[in-house]
Nanobody
Framework: QVQLVESGGGLVQPGGSLRLSCAASGIIFSIYAMGWYRQAPGKQRELVATIGSGGRTNYADSVKGRFTISRDNAKNTVYLQMNSLKPEDTAVYYC????????WGKGTLVTVSS
């Protein structure tokens, strides 16, 4: 069964950067598109970025130009580099398949505040 463990969140000032990691197990990681999602307090979970098995990426308009998704198939890990962070980026961040169909991990909390 697939297991996803997110890490790298924390408290950062506006304009700062964080790099999130998600380690996956129980799957043949390299064949799946992967995505990063986030859920802000009182809001629905939303898709932030995806990366295909071949490396093609897509981003939500709200993060385009600031966030970069990448993957290391040898480590079964997907990353999210977040730059120029804004208070509205505050959320719990999750990784999942690009379809969002796997069981969700615990996520990692990102708080952007001065």
């Amino acid at each position: 069964q697939v297991q996803l463990v997110e890490s790298g969140g924390g408290l950062v000032q506006p304009g700062g950067s964080l790099r999130l990691s998600c380690a996956a197990s129980g799957i043949i990681f390299s064949i799946y598109a992967m995505g990063w999602y986030r859920q802000a307090p009182g809001k629905q979970r939303e898709l932030v970025a995806t990366i295909g098995s071949g490396g093609r990426t897509n981003y939500a308009d709200s993060v385009k130009g600031r966030f970069t998704i990448s993957r290391d198939n040898a480590k079964n890990t997907v990353y999210l580099q977040m730059n120029s962070l804004k208070p509205e980026d505050t959320a719990v961040y999750y990784c999942n398949a690009g379809s969002g169909s796997w069981p969700w991990g615990k996520g990692t909390l990102v708080t952007v505040s001065s």
